[in-house]
């Protein structure tokens, strides 16, 4: 994977959902290390926050 990804993904969510903090995100490569899956934990304000995400 890039490794600028977890980055763009860090941003585009933070335009949607600022305030995440480091414990709010997680990071796991596959077994070859070709692709990253990233995971945030976010409370979502409502349905419109999401449609954007």
Do not use: M, Y
Request: no cysteine; charged share 25%; glycine share 6%.
């Amino acid at each position: 994977a890039a490794p600028d990804f977890t980055e763009f993904v860090v941003e585009v969510v933070e335009q949607h959902a600022p305030g995440l903090s480091e414990a709010d995100i997680s990071v796991n490569d596959s077994s070859k290390g070709r692709f990253s899956s990233v995971q945030l934990k976010i409370v979502a304000t409502g349905e419109d926050q999401l449609k954007a995400l």
